[in-house]
Antibody, heavy 116, light 112 residues
Framework: EEQLVESGGVVVQPGGSLRLSCAAS????????MHWVRQVPEKGLEWVSL????????YYADSVKGRFTISRDNSKNSLYLQMNSLRVEDTALYFC???????????WGQGTTVTV | EIVMTQSPLSLAVTPGEPASISCRSS???????????LDWFLQKPGQSPQLLLY???NRASGVSDRFTGSGSGTVFTLKISRVEAEDVGVYYC?????????FGQGTKVEIK
């Protein structure tokens, strides 16, 4: 079974830093693009970032560009989101999600909560 | 950035009746390869989002054939042929043609 498990969400002061992790299992991790998507409580979904399977390409939402860095360690089947210069508006539930060869975001984790 | 607009924002449906959600994009999602890069997700209460349809009309694994996607270019529709209690939640469309990926505001579906 394909599974994603996020961790690392905590309460942090504005201006602080945090690293989120996403542990993948049940699929060939390095074959797939991975995403971070966030959701403010009781609000909609906001795409944050994506990284290619080999880690050479990454993209960011304007709202986080220059502050957040997505990375992956394919030897550990893990995805990361380094979050710096955190703002109150970064408070959200953060999900990781994987693409398949055909579809976008076909598997999602349960999310980890960041409170700034 | 492509702006996605859904309507209605909420919908109350009688079990067994059909339901329809509209999604419009500010730019065409039709790629030169002939595919419309439009996906639909459902977020059930207290759960993570789940993929329903990808590339406009392809059902994700395990998704009921009661869910159908249609449209092309900038106007798309998700139809549920006969709503069941398990279909309640918030439905989102998302464009996957370009980055940044962008979602619609969401449509909350409730049972009457």
């Amino acid at each position: 079974e394909e599974q994603l498990v996020e961790s690392g969400g905590v309460v942090v002061q504005p201006g602080g830093s945090l690293r989120l992790s996403c542990a993948a299992s049940g699929f060939s991790f390095d074959d797939y693009t991975m995403h971070w998507v966030r959701q403010v409580p009781e609000k909609g979904l906001e795409w944050v970032s994506l990284i290619s399977g080999d880690g050479t390409s990454s993209y960011y939402a304007d709202s986080v560009k220059g502050r957040f860095t997505i990375s992956r360690d394919n030897s550990k089947n893990s995805l990361y989101l380094q979050m710096n210069s955190l703002r109150v508006e970064d408070t959200a539930l953060y999900f990781c999600a994987k693409d398949s060869h055909q579809a976008n975001m076909d598997v999602w984790g349960q999310g980890t909560t960041v409170t700034v | 950035e492509i702006v996605m607009t859904q309507s209605p924002l909420s919908l109350a449906v009688t079990p067994g009746e059909p339901a329809s959600i509209s999604c419009r994009s500010s730019q065409s999602l039709l790629h030169s390869n002939g595919y419309n890069y439009l996906d639909w997700f459902l977020q059930k209460p207290g759960q993570s989002p789940q993929l329903l349809l990808y590339l406009r009309s392809n059902r994700a694994s395990g998704v009921s054939d009661r869910f159908t996607g249609s449209g092309s270019g900038t106007v798309f529709t998700l139809k549920i042929s006969r709503v069941e209690a398990e279909d309640v939640g918030v439905y989102y469309c998302m464009q996957s043609l370009q980055t940044p990926r962008t979602f619609g505001q969401g449509t909350k579906v409730e049972i009457k």
